[in-house]
């Protein structure tokens, strides 16, 4: 996060016509992918048109961060999300006006008025204020006659020319498009995948140029390792390592921290780290050149994701569940990889998947890369199921239940009767729930579930029996990086892979949806994942920074 100066005399965007809007913003495309998810039915047609509304008001209104701390616009991925969950009109219109509208920076025209073109367009790179003159420029591209999401999508995020260009005159910031695509938690790729997935040239346009004014920070992580530049250095796959696999190792190698980094210590863990999480993500191949490479690739990532969020945020059946907000995103962003991946080259997806697990990487090591005690987390009842009176979160939803009669299904007694598909209640509480992250996670958990939900236990030893086993990289460590006080590195256990199952997802979700307050039901919105919270943070500690620079 950065703390950004705006220009000193904003200037208002001009308005599109009603034509252009009309065409940025058509009503939402089929999934793109049978891998991606699955829609519920609204109620007619008011859902839509109060989802085109307010998605175009948004693009119009507002600036992509509605802070100068590079928080995101939410806006659209929560109103996308629940339209998806079947979400009536009057709630997607109450979930922008009243959970949106109050904090949005309004859009503003460039410094100078300056208009991007192809000449111009890496000397802007990286500047938030420089964000609607490359939505503008993007307009133009994504409505150009012929124009498509994959060809798009190839130039702008996957070609060299645009990542590393080795014929950019001296001086020039090379453009490391792919880079920016999965920095600060991902949300370029998320927003862009909105517009993959709906097919809306709007969310397309608005995703890439949230692109181009992000940061380029994880050069080792990215750019160099699937930019390299030279034949000689060019990537050469060896045996595929299970992305599992590689946790397990990571998470046994002393070398690693168990607390969360602060963010200013993200640009020292590159400099200490970045060489060695490399080589834990070389080992990652996913060389793509068919579908069921790409089935196979998305599953891993899938499952990394879900553990590292869903299982790494769980200290025990009597603790409060951390709901971690950073690997959250992790999660999310997976739901998107199958409708980008369908208008991409092999060779894109490739690059794609790679960049994801290398983010995944490293926003989990952020975040302490903590333990994974499947054991203990599977043995706990699964909802609706009641669990123990210690337990923090009943797997039982709270409120009066229905009553179901005698003539229905096992005689209408017990847990299965009352709640036949605990999917179902679970995300009615989530469309109506304030925030906008909530349906974003239990969205990509339900789909995950539909995906992999029948997987048993013992399922993932059988499949890491045929991993190529690894050891440690002997890769060492660089001066001048991360400062680590003795005992905060840790080497954990490997995970015992045998108890994960295809239940995680549900339970991760439910844990979730716990952590945050079952409103629908009458509990409160227990205020996790709010933006207040994490820019009262960010406001605490530049005050902090100014009184000791003073």
Known sequence: MVNTIPPANLIPVAPSPAEVLARLFPTPAPPPSVLAPARLPNAGPGPTAALLKTLKDNHERSHVFFNYYSFHNHAAHHLLAIWALGASGPLITAAYEDTHLDHMRDAFQ????????????????GDENYYNAYLDYFHKVVLAPGATISSTLEKYIFSSEYNINDSLASGKQQPEMLNRFVEILIHPLIHTGYGAEFGLPGMLAEGLAQASVHPARATVFVSRLLFPGTPDSQYRPKSH??????????????????????????????????????????????????????????????????????????????????????????????????????????????????????????????????????RKFFAAPLAPLPSPAHFKYATTLPGVLPQPASCA??????????????????????????????????????????????????????????????????????????????????????????????????????????????VREGEQNTGAWDYQEFERVALEKDELDAKTQA
């Not at 002393?254 to 060695?276: C, D, I, P, Q």
């Not at 025990?316 to 208008?343: K, N, Q, W």
């Not at 290398?358 to 989990?364: G, I, P, Q, R």
């Not at 509480?429 to 013992?458: D, V």
């Open 110 to 125: 460039a410094p100078d008025r300056v208009v991007i073109s192809d000449d111009n367009f890496h000397d802007y790179l």
């Open 241 to 374: 390592v299970h992305a599992l696999t590689i946790l397990s190792q990571m998470l046994t190698d002393g070398r690693f921290w168990t607390r969360n980094l602060e963010k200013h210590e993200f640009e020292a863990m590159l400099v200490s780290h970045g060489e060695l999480i490399n080589s834990y993500a070389e080992m990652w191949t996913c060389e793509i050149n068919s579908q069921e490479d790409f089935n196979r690739h998305l599953e891993e990532l899938v499952w990394a994701g879900t553990l590292m969020y869903g299982v790494g945020s769980w200290d025990g059946e009597s603790e409060e569940y951390r709901a971690d907000f950073f690997t959250m995103h992790i999660v999310t962003s997976c739901l998107f990889l199958p409708s980008l991946c369908a208008h991409l080259s092999y060779r894109s997806q490739s690059l794609l998947l790679r960049a994801h697990f290398l983010a995944s990487l490293n926003w989990w090591l952020v975040r302490g890369r903590p333990a994974l005690p499947l």
């Open 409 to 518: 299904l096992l005689n209408g007694e017990g847990p299965h009767a009352v709640t036949p598909n605990v999917w179902y209640p679970l995300l009615q509480s989530t469309i109506m729930h304030p925030n906008e992250h909530l349906c974003k996670c239990q969205r990509a958990l339900a789909h995950f579930a539909i995906l992999y939900g029948h997987r048993e236990a013992g399922f993932m030893s059988e499949v890491l029996s045929s991993s190529p086993a690894v050891s440690w990289p002997d890769t060492p460590l660089m001066p001048g990086g991360l400062e680590l006080a003795e005992g905060e590195c840790k080497a954990f256990e490997a995970p015992e892979w045998e108890f994960l199952d295809g239940s995680v997802f549900l339970r991760a979700a439910w844990l979730t949806g716990a952590a945050l307050g079952w």
